[in-house]
């Protein structure tokens, strides 16, 4: 499945533009007139994936889905989902999201409070979107075998578990509290929202194969604009990003992804031939983070190695840039910057950023 497969009609302007305004609720700290998106065109495609050899037997078009067998018939699996938009007048290059562990793309479209997330304020700054659901996650859930995510762990199933999350990601030491000075929207409401947006695999874990899936995407995307991609990636899917071909990447921005490509490993030699310019964005509560809870030490390992591997990278002739937003005067965030109160002020820096280097 090279070629995208069209789910959705593309949305085209005939005599006048499509215009989507924002009529979502702004944080009560912003006096800001809502801004109209006019878009020229939008859909959804898939990308790589493969289908399923027919499970033994013929056939019956006469019991269809009622024969419980399944006998004769196929299954596309392990694709990627991308719904897009390309806004009028706008820049021409395109940003492709790819979200996180326990998350979808809804991740980007807004926050747990109900304003702008990083697809429109991106739009409004020109730029086309590209919203992934990575495979066996989201739109994309379908796979040949259906098993709990991340799998056994010591003979037990695993469990998502929200509170062990929200602790992990830094928003609070214990639901529903937050840090003080946090950006996290406040409230049980904002809480909630969040907690529902959290959605496990409906399959394994396959790094190399989600690779594949989003090496396909930036191809697609640069057929169907003529550009190589930004590639904003966070968490978990930092690490698909590290897995993706780099030739259809004009930078990547890793939102606090889970680490960087070892220096001298393969990864690391495909983006230095590749020249592709790398920006890493890490919240607060990571230096100052409590002491007694593991994560803060495994938060700080990020970062210092994600420093370490810059450091290399800019030796090596490439272009990479650790950002510690505290350190920039911007305080309060965790580990979904992109879902807080000051998230347009992030999308700002990393604008800045993308102007200086594309």
Not at 33 to 51: A, D, H, N, W, Y
Not at 186 to 193: C, D, K, P, R, W
Not at 252 to 271: L, R
Not at 286 to 306: A, R
Request: glycine share 10%; with cysteine; aromatic share 10%.
């Amino acid at each position: 499945m090279n070629k995208p497969i069209k789910f959705a009609a593309t949305m085209l302007l005939v005599l006048a533009s499509l215009t989507a305004c924002n009529h979502q609720p702004e944080p009560k700290n912003q006096n800001t007139e809502p801004q109209c998106l006019v878009i020229e065109k939008q859909g959804v495609f898939s990308s790589g994936g493969r289908v399923t050899d027919p499970i033994p037997g013929e056939y019956d078009p006469t019991q269809n889905w009622m024969d419980p067998t399944r006998k004769g018939t196929t299954t596309h699996v392990d694709h990627s989902n991308t719904f897009y938009q390309i806004p009028t007048g706008g820049n021409g290059l395109p940003v492709v999201f790819l979200h996180g562990y326990g998350q979808t793309r809804t991740g980007w479209q807004s926050t747990p409070d109900g304003h702008e997330g990083w697809a429109d304020l991106f739009l409004k700054k020109g730029y086309s979107v590209f919203l992934v659901d990575q495979p066996r996650r989201g739109a994309a859930a379908a796979t040949e075998e259906i098993v709990n995510d991340p799998g056994d762990v010591d003979g037990t199933h695993y469990k998502v578990g929200e509170q062990a999350w929200y602790t992990h990601f830094r928003i609070g030491r214990v639901a529903p509290e937050r840090y003080e000075g946090s950006q996290f929207p406040a409230g049980n409401e904002a809480q909630n929202q969040f907690f529902c947006q959290m959605t496990p695999n409906s399959g394994n874990y396959d790094e190399p194969l989600f690779g594949q899936a989003l090496s396909a995407v930036l191809a697609d995307v640069r057929k169907m604009t003529g550009n190589k991609s930004i590639y904003i990636t966070h968490s978990q899917g930092g690490r698909v990003g590290w897995a993706t071909d780099a030739e259809n990447m004009a930078a990547i921005v890793a939102v606090e992804p889970g680490f960087a490509p070892m220096v001298g490993s393969p990864e690391y030699q495909k983006f230095v031939e590749a020249k592709v310019p790398m920006l890493f964005l890490f919240g607060d509560y990571i230096e100052n983070g409590p002491e007694d809870i593991q994560s803060t030490g495994f938060w700080q390992m990020v970062l210092n190695q994600c420093r370490d591997f810059a450091e290399h990278y800019n030796a090596d002739g490439g272009d990479a840039t650790v950002v510690y937003l505290p350190e920039k005067g911007i305080k309060g965030n965790s580990h979904f910057m992109f879902q807080e109160m000051n998230n347009a002020e992030i999308a700002d820096l990393i604008a800045e950023w993308l102007e200086k280097k594309l």
